[in-house]
Each structure stands twice: as C-alpha cells, then as structure tokens.
C-alpha cells in the first residue's frame, strides 16, 4: 500500500510544474489520475449514462482550478473531494426528476465491468455484484472505501471527500460494510436453487432496489437453504487487497475546455489568475502537441482519447514469442521496441574505485527454457536472515516507491505488469546505494511473463494482448518471470522507474527453501513451465541489471550495463 510519503514524492514536482503552466505535466496528472476519477465515479452511479459527465465535469473542474491548490501534496485528496461533491450534485439535480436509475439495455453496469475487465471469480466476483444492491449514498462510500482497501487511498483522504470526520468515517464505513455483507448474501443466494426463492421472486423485474434487497434478507435470515453457507466467507476487506483499478473504457475521449471565466480572467493579466494565463498560454501555441497519449490542440481545448496508448505499439511490437503447454506458439519472434528514453551512462551508474568488480550483469535477452525443463541445482548460501523496510510484504505500484532490504538472504521480487492502464515502453526497476553484494539467483512462479496466459485469446501474455497493446522491455533487457529471486549480502534499495508502461512489483524477504520449491513446480503442478536457477554458487553468478553502489539523485538513470 503506498503511503501519503511516497505519493507525495511522487507526484509534488508534476503538480507544482502542471501549476507553473507545463503542459506536459498537466497532460501527466490527467492521463495519470483518471483511471482513480473514473472507478471513484463509476462505482459510486453503478456504471449510470451520466458517469462520462460526472467524470469530464470532474477533470475540467481540477485543470480550471489547479492554480488555487496551495499545497500539491494534497492534490490526490483535493481530486477526490472534487469528484465526491459533483457526484452529490447529480444526485441533487436528479432527486426531484425521478428518473430511472438503472443502466439502459445494452450497457454494462460498474460491477459487470469490474468483474469482467478484472476477470474477478468467486468471492471476488460476489463482492463486485453486491454493489448494485447498496443505496446511492453507501454507493458513494464504498467507492472510497473500496480504494482505500486496495492501497490507492487514506482513510484520511476518504473522511476528507465524504466530508466528515475520520472517526464519523469510521462508524459509516462499518454500518455500509454491514449492508455490503447482507448484499453478498443476496448474491449468493440468487446463485443457488431455492425452490421458495424462485416463487418469491418470480414478480421482481432484476432490478435491485432497497425494497427488494430487504425483502430478500428477511427470506435468508428464515430459511435453512439459503442462509446455509457452507464454504467459509472471506471479509470483503480482504479480497479486495491487489485488485486493480477499472481500466478506462478504450476509445473513452475526455475534453477539457477552459471555461470562459478562465480566459477572460487570463486576458485581464491580473496577478491572481496567473495559474490561468499560464494554462492558456500553453494551450494556445500554435501547435498540436501528443503527448503519453494526450492530446493538446490549439483555442485552448485539451482532449484525451482513451485509445490503448496508440496504435504504435500494438501493430509495430508483438510480445517475445515462448513455448507453453496450452497453446501452440507462433513462430519466434524478437520484437525491436521503441526504446523509453534510455538510462543515461552518468559516472552515478559506475561502481566505485574501492569495489572489487565481482560477478557479471545479465545483459542479454534469453531464451525461455522448454516447459518440461527440470531446472538444475540451487546452491544455498548462507541466511541470516533479511529485513525490508517494506515488511514483509512491500507492495510498489508507482514511480520513486522503493524498499530497503539488509541483511543475508533471499528475496523475491514478484511482478504486475498492468498494460490495460498503459501499455508502451517499460522504464525497469533499478537497484542502488549497494553495500556488500547482490545476485540473480532464479526465476520461477511457473511462467515467464512473455508467456500465453489464454487459451481463447492467442495474442494474450503476461505483457498484454494486441486489444490494449504490450508492455515493451529497453533493449537489450532480459526478460522478467512472474517471480524473481535475488541473494542479498549486505544492503541495497531497490526502487520502481515507472514511466511509460504501468507495471507494479512485490517485494517478500525469502528462504532457500521457498525459493526450491518455486522452482520445481512446473507443469505437473498446473504452471507453464519449471523455473530456472542461475546462481553457480560464486563470485561469478549474475547480478541483476540496473544496479549501482551509488545513490543517484533519479534511480531511473542508473546504466543498464553498469558493473559493481
């Protein structure tokens, strides 16, 4: 879960640049924050026609209103509160036309989306078809609330939307929880086959209201069918930890005109409307600028078009061919990616004078070993033991998060590439500030991440698929496993550079042991293939690439190629 700290670093510098009129920053705390505006508002309508213009209104409002914001640490909270208070002014607009509420034939609703665009089962599922049976104000809760349990927001961050203090939020979010449950219980038992159940609801139209929703609890709570759980009930709370944000529909298009008020404001040059002088300044050069897949135009328009981040990538870069055991694979192909902006080679990236150069960088692509492939021996060195500054679970999800590990031991390192958000150019992890040693001692969780993940869609891997587009390696990197596994002697800081492709990692103090037997599940055990040790149990074993024992100010800088 990101802390208020690490969300600060991340994104203080873009806010303040977007408020001193760049335009590319601006374009980066749109494209950036809009897949948060829009699941805070889908949710909170169920997926309701006017969730488009919930969220434009939403994003016009933040961009017209920018220069006003004194503190840019605050900026997610501020967004947030924004989207909540447009949300309760549809719903003031709306009380006394009583128009109907339900999503018109044809359209998915916001659970239907979620569970189908997050491929949600079980109780994940359950939970996501519950929502439609809350009332509209716990609707608006449980879409902070939702956010908050996956690690994008602050309970304070949640109380300060909603309006109300952090302990009224609390007693709140405890009584929608409530109903959340009675609601999953509903769910459930419109799975099943009660034959009273089928009678009681053979006059309802599908459409869950609070009338229905009461009527059908009072019917679980007496009968010994449908109140019999015999599978154990997970806490929302819990399954919802690690679910990703909706993507945004593709195609989606966002336009944000600044108002009249703005440019009349611009035009008078009075100093407390620079924020908007600046803006439209920059929007009215006489140029069409694309940038991360924004668009800004001349008249002072700013559109976004929610394509899979350009076409490029997805007709110029297929993902790295590899052999599975569930579909036959085309022929293998080595795509040439556009390249992100490549890691300068500053004097930060070099090992220093008094280091002995041990071991050599893994430099160059390889080739996925055959799925039946037994992986050889693992040498065990020596444990004593690692502590992260992560815990034992360090979840890293955007650019400049970062976890300390110190000690002698294993750690894994686990990836989430997430191209359905942004797909492209992948800027990799980097690893600095070493003191001792560090090796790539195996990879494994049973695939590659280049690997088929599908047996209905040939196109889909662990990168992405040709529908939003692949998640594309620099060149010359190796291609990542679902886990992979470093010996640490010493301390070092391993930090996330996302730029470009969105893409998350795991970070868990590990053992031999688990590490062995990550390694030999393979596909006996269900996985695509075995994993692959490359640890030789000496000075010469790999040490991961993008690893320094310098501290650069920017981690994404250091060398790919860099030696310690």
Request: net charge neutral; glycine share 10%.
């Amino acid at each position: 879960m990101r802390t208020d700290v690490q969300l600060s670093r991340q994104w203080r510098a873009t806010v303040a640049a977007a408020q001193a009129g760049d335009r590319r920053a601006l374009d980066e705390l749109v494209e950036g924050w809009l897949p948060l505006v829009y699941n805070v508002v889908g949710r909170a309508l169920n997926g309701h026609a006017d969730v488009d213009d919930v969220v434009q209104e939403t994003m016009l409002r933040a961009v017209d209103n920018l220069g006003t914001l004194r503190d840019p640490d605050s900026f997610r909270s501020w967004l947030v509160a924004i989207a909540m208070r447009q949300i309760r002014d549809r719903a003031r607009r709306r009380q006394d036309r009583k128009l109907d509420e339900a999503v018109p034939d044809g359209t998915a609703d916001f659970a239907e989306l979620t569970v189908l665009r997050l491929q949600l089962e079980g109780q994940r599922r359950e939970v996501a078809e519950a929502v439609r049976w809350l009332d509209a104000e716990d609707r608006q809760l449980v879409s902070l609330w939702w956010l908050e349990v996956s690690g994008e927001l602050t309970r304070r961050e949640l109380a300060s939307a909603v309006g109300i203090s952090r302990q009224h939020a609390a007693v709140r979010v405890q009584r929608m929880k409530e109903r959340l449950e009675t609601s999953r219980g509903i769910v459930r038992a419109l799975d099943g086959a009660c034959p009273e159940l089928r009678e009681l609801t053979a006059r309802w139209d599908g459409r869950p209201d609070s009338v229905w929703r009461k009527r059908l609890a009072r019917h679980i709570r007496g009968c010994g069918y449908c109140g019999d759980t015999r599978d154990s009930v997970v806490p929302a709370e819990r399954l919802l930890v690690g679910i990703a944000l909706v993507p945004v529909p593709v195609g989606f298009a966002l336009a944000l005109a600044l108002g009249a008020k703005t440019a009349a404001a611009a035009a008078g040059g009075s100093a407390s409307v620079g924020w908007s002088a600046k803006v439209l300044g920059a929007l009215a050069k006489p140029a069409v600028a694309v940038t991360a897949g924004a668009t800004i135009v001349a008249g002072g328009a700013y559109v976004v078009v929610r394509t899979p981040h350009d076409p490029a990538p997805r007709t110029a870069v297929s993902p790295t061919a590899a052999v599975t055991r569930a579909v036959p694979q085309a022929p293998a192909t080595t795509p040439s990616p556009p390249s992100s902006a490549p890691p300068s080679s500053s004097p930060s990236s070099s090992a220093s004078a008094s280091a002995a150069v041990y071991g050599s960088v893994v430099d160059a692509v390889d080739t996925a070993p055959d799925p039946d492939t037994k992986p050889g021996a693992l040498p065990h060195r020596p444990e004593g033991g690692i502590t992260s500054s992560g815990g034992a679970h360090a979840v890293l999800n955007h650019r400049g998060d970062s976890v300390t590990l110190s000690g002698r031991g294993y750690v894994l390192v686990r990836w989430q590439i997430s191209p359905q958000y942004r797909a492209g150019s992948l800027v990799m992890p980097s690893w600095t500030g070493l003191k001792g040693k560090i090796f790539h001692v195996a990879s494994g969780g049973g695939r590659r991440m280049d690997d088929r993940v599908s047996t209905t869609d040939t196109s889909a891997t662990g990168m992405g698929n040709s529908a939003v587009g692949y998640a594309v390696l620099p060149s010359g990197a190796q291609q990542m496993w679902q886990n992979e596994y470093y010996y640490v002697d010493g301390s070092v800081t391993f930090t996330v550079n996302e730029r470009g492709a969105d893409y998350g990692v795991s970070v868990f103090p590990s053992s031999w042991d688990a590490v062995e037997k990550d390694v030999l599940s393979g596909p006996p055990e269900g996985a695509t293939r075995y994993g692959l040790v490359r640890d030789d149990g000496t000075d010469a074993a790999p040490v991961p690439q993008y690893v320094t024992r310098s501290v650069p100010g920017d981690p994404a800088t250091v060398a790919q190629r860099s030696r310690v």
